[in-house]
């Protein structure tokens, strides 16, 4: 009996379901490939690599972490936004390359939005305004007063064009009429390194990539970034606190994979991640480095992630920033 076209289709598409849910059931068969667009031993590496091994653990294959640095983190996000959607290449995302880059570059390699599929954000975590001790200022108002008595002198440092610690100094700077030049590194590890001897004098940095300096008299911290104190750094007022009431400005990490991800295995990724960032272990071993874990929906990712675009758009196009 031969079939004509519209039952082909229908038996076309019944074994397209049966296969992508198989695929689904027997996912992951193959070691996964998580990108980190920034080096090892930053704060995104350390969250990914976390992630990696518990997700390894989980499903008894491997998560294997490639770092892929380079243009504030667009390099190796945009390498993810153009993989297969099989389930096989994730990315670790943070604020610049998924929530910014489209406003701060005339042109990109992948549009976040059309290109990449949230999976969850992972944690967040307040930022120190940091700076070298030869900075003559205690607090906020006094970095601010010396920064303005000296324009276009000092530096600060951030891990990259377009990312939070460097839209929160734009922010700043934008609020306080601040002439600051800016130094993009790639990751915190080399903006701590200049920042020590003095070669930088600032920065915004995650409280757990500069703190140890500070409380060794290494560093200054001045302010705190969140809405509230942290709790690794309780002696910090935070930016709201010393003049500026509605600032608050976090650097956050989030897993996303290419758009296309079939839904089967979209649920099974997100539903694991979920369970392992909400684990007391893991809240543990990250809040003890200044982290909030969240280990949310993919939903509600997407829907935070629209809303710090919307955020960060504003501040690039009223502070003027563009891509160096």
């Avoid at 590890?189 to 703190?211: E, K, N, S």
């Avoid at 280990?295 to 563009?322: C, H, L, M, N, Y």
Wanted: glycine share 8%.
């Amino acid at each position: 009996m031969k079939l004509n076209d519209p039952f082909r289709i229908i038996i076309a598409l019944a074994l397209a379901a049966v296969t992508l849910n198989g695929l689904a059931q027997s996912y992951p068969s193959k070691p996964i490939r998580l990108v980190v667009p920034f080096p090892a031993g930053s704060t995104p590496d350390t969250v990914g690599r976390l992630l990696a091994q518990r997700l390894g653990d989980a499903w008894k294959q491997s998560v294997v972490v490639e770092n892929k640095t380079g243009a504030g983190g667009n390099i190796g996000t945009a390498e993810v936004a153009r993989a297969a959607p099989d389930g096989y290449t994730l990315v670790i995302g943070i604020n610049g390359p998924v929530a910014v880059a489209k406003a701060l570059y005339d042109t990109l390699s992948y549009d976040p939005e059309k290109d990449l599929a949230p999976i969850s954000l992972l944690a967040y975590a307040p930022q120190i305004l940091a700076v070298h001790p030869s900075i003559p200022a205690e607090n906020l108002k006094q970095f601010i007063e010396h920064v303005q008595k000296h324009p276009g002198k000092l530096s600060y440092g951030s891990v990259g064009q377009g990312s939070g610690s460097h839209l929160t100094m734009e922010l700043l700077k934008s609020q306080a009429k601040l002439d600051l030049v800016h130094v993009p590194y790639r990751g915190f590890p080399p903006v701590v390194q200049d920042l020590l001897p003095g070669q930088i004098q600032a920065t915004f940095a995650i409280v757990p990539a500069v703190l140890p300096q500070i409380k060794a008299g290494k560093l200054k911290g001045l302010a705190v970034t969140s809405s509230t104190r942290s709790p690794l750094a309780p002696d910090i007022a935070t930016v709201a606190e010393q003049g500026f009431g509605t600032f608050d400005a976090t650097a956050w990490i989030g897993l996303l994979a290419p758009a296309g991800l079939p839904k089967d295995m979209h649920d099974k990724l997100a539903a694991e991640t979920q369970r392992i960032m909400r684990s007391p272990d893991v809240r543990e071993a990250l809040s003890a480095q200044g982290f909030e874990v969240v280990g949310g929906t993919p939903e509600a990712f997407a829907r935070f992630i629209q809303s710090e675009t919307a955020k960060w758009t504003k501040v690039v196009k009223d502070a003027g920033v563009r891509a160096e």
